[in-house]
């Protein structure tokens, strides 16, 4: 089994143990890659409770200097690249659940960008943080940041949400 496999089952068994116990976990990969079509992946997501989602991420501002798009050649563009997720917690669910709104170009991620689109863009980092936060007062869990980390978490998103961020 190479590395990319035995990582990927372990990620599995994780998220597996954690939906045993009633705890949450979520996953991603590429929407393209191979391993969606194997089945122990593909009998996580019949499992009850647990959702896949495809979210595209230019929806989250993902921006990667370099890249081009194949037609026109423009730069600074969004990049697609679209992944798919698998979470039981249902409002990771609901705050991640966001596809291209068509109303841009792409830029592709080939020329060693792909590598500059695999970290987290600060918007979809703050929608899993939000997805979180509201799970845990669903739970009656939430207790609130200190209020220094709660200014800084408020002063965060904000910005992120206004001005989105250049990646790489
Ligand atoms: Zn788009």
């Not at 991603?28 to 019949?46: I, L």
């Not at 917690?89 to 109303?103: F, H, M, Q, S, W």
């Not at 997805?131 to 408020?154: C, D, N, V, Y």
Request: glycine share 8%; hydrophobic share 35%.
């Amino acid at each position: 089994m190479n590395q990319a496999r035995t990582h990927l089952k372990f990620c599995l068994e994780l998220a597996r143990l954690q939906h045993k116990r009633g705890r949450g976990f979520i996953f991603e990969q590429p929407q393209s890659a191979n391993s969606w079509k194997e089945a122990d992946v593909k009998a996580m997501c019949a499992l009850p409770g647990v959702y896949r989602l495809v979210v595209d991420m230019c929806a989250y501002g993902l921006k990667i200097d370099r890249t081009r798009n194949l037609e026109t050649g423009e730069t600074g563009l969004l990049s697609k690249k679209p992944i798919a997720v698998l979470t039981n917690v249902p409002e990771l669910a609901e705050y991640l659940n966001k596809r291209c709104d068509g109303t841009h170009k792409h830029g592709a991620l080939l020329g060693g960008t792909a590598e500059a689109a695999a970290r987290y863009s600060p918007q979809f980092v703050s929608a899993i943080l939000k997805g979180i936060r509201a799970h845990m007062k669903t739970k009656g869990l939430w207790r609130g940041f200190p209020s220094r980390q709660q200014r800084h978490f408020e002063d965060w998103s904000s910005e992120v949400n206004q001005t989105g961020q250049n990646l790489g």
